[in-house]
Structures are given as C-alpha cells and as structure tokens.
C-alpha cells in the first residue's frame, strides 16, 4: 500500500460522507482524473488500497496523485452534470474522453428567423432553433443538406427575410412601421427549383413554413409523415385547380420516394425513437456505434473515438460516452438500448429524464430482437475501430518506410528519427524571418518549432539570412546541452563547384543574448515538450530550403560551431520542358542527387521543406504586416504611442484599419471623429503605395 504524505492523508481524513465530485492532481497541479461519488469518503478512499487489488489504469494514476481537491453537491445528479463540465474543461489524461467532440457538426433549422434557413453548424445551443446530430462526416453533412434542398425548395440565401411577410401573428394587422419590401428579382436557386422565392412574393409564409415542416420531419425520420404531408399539399393544390404547384409537389413526392427506396430500413421491435448504442475497444481507444431508429425505422448512424479507455470497464467507458453524447445531443429518444449496463445507472437514467422532460429508458437486452440489434451495432464498431487502425497502420508504415529508405540514400548510421529544416523568407530584402520546423518520426512535432527575425543583415541575402538562424539555433543547443556526447562527429566539409562562393558570415564573435519574442515558438505549440528544452536536442538531420550555396553556408556555421550533424539542402529545379524535379544537395558529391518520383524518402523531404516554408512565409506576412501598419500610424498626425498601441490591440493590422469605419475607429479610447478620419484617409494612401 502506498505511503500516503501527509497532505493526502489530511484531505482524506477530512472527506465528508456526501456526493460531490473529486479531482486528483499531480504534483504541478495537473488535473489527472474527475470523478463522482455519492459520497466521497468512501469513493475517495477506494484508491488507496493495497495496488494490487486496483486496476493497471488506477494504480498508475494513483502513483502520480499529489493532492485532492473535492465539491460537495447536493445529489448524485448535480455531481454527474459537474463532473461532466470539469471533464470538458480539463480534459484529464485519465479519464475516458470523447475524441474532438467540440468539432462535430450539426445541421441547423434557424426556426427564429424569418423564412428558416438549413445549414452546418459546428456547436449546439438552446436558443430556440432545431438541431439534428452531431454528425462525425462533414462531408456526409454536406451531402445531406444538398439532398434535402433537392427534395425540398428551402432558401439558402442570408438575406433578412423580415420585410418579405408581416411579423408572426400580426399577419392581418401588420405593425405600422412594417413596410413590405421583396427583391427585385429571384436567384438562380429559384429557377433551377431549389427555392420557392419568398423573397420575391412567389410563395407565403404558410407555404414557406409548409416546406420547412417536412424539412425537419424527414431529418427526424419520419418519413412516412413527411410523404404523406406532401402528398396531401399536391391533392389539396390539384383541388383548388392549381395544377402548377400540383405538379411540382408530385415531382416532389417522385423524388422522395425515390430516395426512401434507396434507404436501407431495419425494423425494430417497436414504433418508438430508439438509440442503439454499442462498443469496441483496442488499445487505449474505443469506438462508440450509434444506430438512431425513429417510429421503427433506421433513420441514421454515427461513430465516435474515445480516448483514454485502457484497462477501463466497459460499464464506466458506456456510462462516460452516454454523459458526454446526450449532454450536446439535440434529441434524446424515449429507449436507450446499450450492450454494457453503465455505471451509475439510476443517477443517469434520472439526468437524462431531466434532459429530455420525459421518462428515458435504459434497456440491457439478454435475448430477442433488441439483442440482436446490439450485436449488429457492435460489429459495425469493430469494423470502424479496424478501419481506423488499417488507415493508422498504413500512415506509420510508409512513415517507417521513408525513414528507412532516406537513411539508406543519404548514408547516415540509422533511419533519421529528428528532421530540423530551415528556411528564410523575404520580399525585397524587408522583413527577413527565418523558420525551423522539426519532424519527429516523420511527424511534424509543432511543439518544436521556431521562428526568428533576422537581426544582423541588411538587404535581400538568404545565404547570410541562414547563417544567422542556423548560428542562433546551434549556439543554443552548445549552451544548453552537449552535443559531443549526442552524436558522433560527422566530417563537415563544403564541396564548391567553380564559380559557387559561399556568403562571408555575419557572426560578430559576440555571443548569442537569450532569446527574445522573435525566438518563441509558433502559436501551435508550448515552448517545451515532455522530456525537457528542445534547443537542447541535437537533429539526426538538418535540411535547408535551397541548393549548393545554402548547403555550404550551413556546413560554414556548423564547422565553426563544431556540430557535427549531417546536412542537406533541397531545391526544386526546372529543367524547362523536359521535367521538373526536386534536387537534393549532399556535402560528398558535387552533382545533386535526383530520387525517383515515387519515392517515399523524396515525399518525406517534400512535406517537411513545403512545412518550413509555409511556417516562414506565415510569420513573414505577420511581421510585414504589422510594421507596414506601425510605419503608417506613425506619419500621422496626433497618433502617439498610447492610440497606436490602442489601435493596434483593436484591429491588428493595416487592413484591419482600412477596412473598419470610422465610427468603428472612433470607439476606440482616445480616438475623435475627426482624427478617426484623418486616419481612414493615410491608411487607405498608404496601402495604395505599398501594393
């Protein structure tokens, strides 16, 4: 049993026989797991028995536990709804989470605009208007609103559709201030018979909403209702001799009985909303199936990735899935029918009650129809979870392969697991940034990645440009770790081709100062990783975006910094019309070597140079951006430091500025209309002359 400090052995005598919820933390105060109790003194305590009576997952978390912090809620319910939004916001290692679950799409009815419109969104919100998913294929979303608009003659457009009808339930008494005002003429979408143009007149508010019913009707799965509802219009239409629309809705009616033909419907054992959910496992991850039956019928499916379920009971990765799914679902059914019964199951079926304002079953079926539905659920989640696994496989096998095959061609000692590539970017000589990308395993590792201004050159020179980045880079690792003891010492020895100089170093013998913002990583990662300072790793490889003159300014500063580390630069060359083809630059030969097209080596080295370049000319943009916009600010007249910096912290760049207007630009503190004015007139003069 672990020897428990005496911090922990304090919170744990003061736990008090309550429900709440606990969070574990480390010793950085990391929140490593969130969970619930119905009384946290004994569920607390539960960890800290002897190891071998916990789970392989549970003993390495408790290993790592250095403080408790704990909230005392007054039900299991309210302690299930926390522990659900602690989970969202911490995201802890240790619990079972849903994999990008704020990234799933969601078709949208805008029922609280005028005329609704259908569109993606990508998050849900109570405000009135109907939801359908979330759906885990943007694709599939898109393919499914094109559908829909096919069948039904829903608007698209993002006009205000107020001035087209008067407001809701004052149709025969508008207000006075409501003016009536369509459009001069309908878009394409009315002619090609995707839109009924209530922008025009062409169609009324109750002919409009006519649509938009069967529109949610068949996302819901009633399609049996959402036909009959059509099919009643055409004959009601036919009746009062309006045989235009009659035909119209007939097509209509064709076209969706033509689709539900297409459908494959399984019947379930009743004529209820179902949701069926199963699960598959492998590894740390799990799939979560979804089989969504409306009034008896198969409606849809979805799959969702849970992370984090290794050596974690199916009941509680069940019961995490059910809490994490239906607290943004938009639908809860009356029968949920699951393969594993979840943890906590009163305290889940009573929040999902509350959820839905109405009883919610939770159904583990032993035997019969319902069974047999979850078994089929349950193979069609093996068949995601070894789909992703084969897609997975197939990445890391030609990863693995291209590491292999480059560490054969350029001869190195083994496969290079640490890529670093650098490049400079620059127009005209202004604004010079440099870029340090670094893939590991053949992955891009952004946690690693840098940027730097180019301090101590003047002009346009990209070979001197490099030599400083590279200076900058390696005189940090020399003072942050050893790179002698890394890797053994490669023999750094520039080929010159007649007639090919290499730029004179700009080092000025003065030493590197510690790094400024110019040095701090890119917004897409944390400036250290894991295992300690990544200035202090010495690369397997080192790549520069360029041909023989980049190549030997790099081996220039690694010599004089006595780094040894293998170098290569890439070039793509065009040979006019007969090819154009990458050309890679090795200290031994004087002529490039050109791998074949299909090499998997020569893709890897495409993918981190292209990487290096985007990240360079990103930065670059950046930079330029905001001294064209510093410059700009300065020449006028009655803008210090204090409304510039204002300024700047409100539109961010030039073209911000130019694009706000001037009451925008005199919102902002210490701004007057007229100087708001004057600012519009310089910034719009001096971007015309810098494009």
């Not at 009643?232 to 009062?240: D, F, G, L, T, V």
């Not at 659920?377 to 696994?389: I, K, M, P």
């Not at 940034?433 to 301090?455: A, C, L, N």
């Not at 690369?539 to 975006?545: A, G």
């Amino acid at each position: 049993m672990r020897e428990l400090s005496e911090k922990l052995q304090a919170v744990l005598n003061s736990l008090p026989h309550k429900p709440g919820i606990y969070l574990h933390k480390d010793a950085d105060g990391h929140v490593l797991y969130v969970g619930k109790a119905t009384s946290l003194h004994q569920r607390v305590r539960q960890y800290f028995v002897d190891p071998s009576e916990l789970s392989p997952k549970n003993r390495a978390l408790v290993a790592k536990i250095a403080d408790i912090e704990f909230i005392v809620v007054a039900s299991e319910i309210e302690a299930l709804i926390l522990e659900n939004e602690y989970i969202k916001q911490y995201q802890p290692k240790y619990n079972v989470r849903l994999r990008d679950d704020k990234n799933y799409p969601y078709i949208k009815v805008a029922l609280t605009e005028d005329f609704p419109r259908v569109y993606r969104v990508r998050s849900f919100r109570r405000d009135g208007n109907r939801y359908f998913g979330p759906y885990t294929n943007s694709g599939a979303v898109d393919a499914t609103l094109d559908l829909m608009n096919k069948l039904f003659p829903y608007r698209t457009c993002r006009y205000d559709g107020s001035p087209w009808a008067p407001p809701r339930g004052q149709e025969e008494h508008p207000p006075a201030e409501w003016k009536q005002k369509y459009l001069p003429r309908p878009c394409t979408q009315y002619y090609i018979h995707r839109c009924n143009a209530p922008c025009v007149g062409n169609a009324t508010r109750e002919q409009y909403d006519a649509v938009i019913r069967q529109v949610m009707l068949f996302l819901e799965g009633k399609h049996d209702e959402a036909l009959a509802d059509l099919k009643a219009q055409m004959a009601e239409a036919a009746e009062n001799l309006e045989f235009e629309r009659a035909a119209a809705l007939r097509d209509r009616v064709r076209a969706v009985e033509q689709v539900l033909e297409k459908q494959k419907i399984i019947n379930t054992t009743g004529p209820g909303d179902q949701d069926v959910v199963a699960l598959a496992g492998a590894d740390d991850e799990t799939c979560a199936q979804v089989f969504f039956f409306r009034g008896g019928k198969l409606a849809g499916r979805e799959y969702f990735l849970l992370q984090g379920t290794r050596d974690t009971e199916p009941g509680e990765i069940m019961a995490s899935f059910l809490q994490q799914f239906y607290d943004s679902a938009p639908h809860i059914p009356a029968e949920v029918v699951v393969q594993h019964e979840p943890e906590n199951g009163e305290a889940l079926r009573q929040w999902l009650r509350q959820k839905r304002g109405a009883v919610v079953t939770l159904t583990l079926p032993q035997r019969g129809d319902k069974l047999r539905l979850v078994e089929m659920v349950a193979q069609n989640a093996s068949e995601v979870l070894e789909q992703q696994r084969i897609k997975w496989l197939s990445d890391s096998q030609k990863t693995a392969m291209a590491l292999e095959e480059l560490g054969e061609t350029l001869n190195l000692p083994s496969p290079p697991q640490r890529i670093e590539c650098y490049d400079i970017s620059n127009i005209q000589g202004t604004s010079a940034v440099g870029s340090m990308v670094v893939f590991e395993g053949g992955k891009p590792k952004t946690s690693d990645y840098r940027r730097f201004k180019i301090k101590a050159v003047e002009g346009q020179n990209d070979v001197a440009s490099l030599q400083e980045v590279l200076r900058r880079r390696f005189k940090r690792l020399l003072t942050t770790g050893d790179a002698g003891d890394a890797q053994e010492s490669v023999a750094l020895e520039a080929v010159e081709p007649e007639g090919d100089g290499v730029e004179e170093s700009v080092d000025s013998g003065d030493g590197l100062q510690p790094p400024d913002d110019s040095e701090m990583p890119n917004e897409e990662g944390a400036s250290a990783d894991a295992v300690g300072d990544p200035w202090a790793l010495l690369p397997n490889l080192v790549m520069v975006d360029g041909g023989r003159p980049q190549l030997n300014a790099a081996l220039a500063v690694l010599s004089d910094l006595a780094v040894g580390v293998p170098v290569i630069g890439i070039a793509k060359e065009d040979h006019g019309s007969i090819s154009t083809h990458e050309e890679i630059y090795l200290v031994e030969q004087v002529e490039p070597l050109v791998m074949a097209r299909g090499s998997q080596a020569l893709y890897l080295l495409q993918r981190v140079r292209d990487e290096a370049h985007r990240f360079a000319i990103t930065y670059h943009r950046q930079v330029r951006s905001t001294r064209t916009f510093r410059s700009l600010l300065d020449e006028i007249p009655g803008i210090g430091p204090k409304r510039k910096k204002a300024l700047i912290r409100r539109f961010g760049s030039a073209r911000g500025i130019a694009a706000a207007s001037t009451a925008e630009l005199a919102e902002v503190e210490g701004i007057s209309a007229d100087l708001a004015e004057r600012i519009k007139e310089h910034i719009g003069a001096g971007l015309i002359k810098t494009e």
